[in-house]
C-alpha cells in the first residue's frame, strides 16, 4: 500500500556495528569483586602491621617478645601454612584436569592443614595467657593479639569455605561456578599464606632477634 511506504525524502538509518567491542567472560564481574575485596583486606591487614609497629616497644614493664616467643613452635606453624598452600596448589591442578576426586581429596587435606594451624595458635595463645601476658598487659600485647589473631579468624574462615566447598563439588561436581569459587578460594588462602610471611618475619622473628 502507498500510505505504508517509506517517504522518498526520509533519512536512511544506520546500525553501526561496533568491531572493538568487548565480550565478557561469564563470572568475570565475581573475580574483579574478589580482587576489590582482597585490596580492602590488604588494607587492614596493612593498618595493623602499622599499629604494631609503633606499639611493639610498648612494653609497660612486660614482657618482651624475646621473653615469650616460642620461635621453633612458631616456625612449625608456618611450615603448617605453607604446607597446605602447596596441597591446594595441588587441588587446583586436579580441577584443571576434571579430577574429581583429587580436587576433593586435596582440599580436606589443606582444610586438615588449616585447623592443625590455628589449634597451634590457640596453644600459643593458652600458654602466653596462662604466663600473664594478655592483651591487657601492655600496648605490645594488645596489638599482637589484635595482629595474630585477625589473621586467625580469617584462617578459620578459610576452613569453613573449604568446607561448604567440599559438599558443593559432591553435590555439583566441578560446574563453571565451582571452578570459579575455588579460584577465589585459592586467592583467598595463597593471600592469608603471604599475611602469615609478613606476620612470621616482621613480629616474631624481629622481635627476638631484638
Partial sequence: MADAQQPADA???FYVLD???HHHEPGSGTLLGFWIYLMSDALIFATLFATYGVLSTSYAGGPSPREIFELPLVALNTAILLVSSITYGFAMIAMQEGKLGGTRLWLAITGLLGLAFVGVELFEFGNLITEGATPQRSAFLSAFFTLVSTHGLHVS???LWIGVMLVQLGQRGLHAENQRRLLCLSMFWHFLDVV????FTFVYLLGVLR
Avoid: D
Wanted: proline share 15%.
Fill in 157 to 159: 574462615f578459610g576452613i
Fill in 19 to 21: 568491531p572493538h567491542e
Fill in 11 to 13: 533519512a536512511p538509518a
Fill in 196 to 199: 602469615w610471611i609478613g606476620v
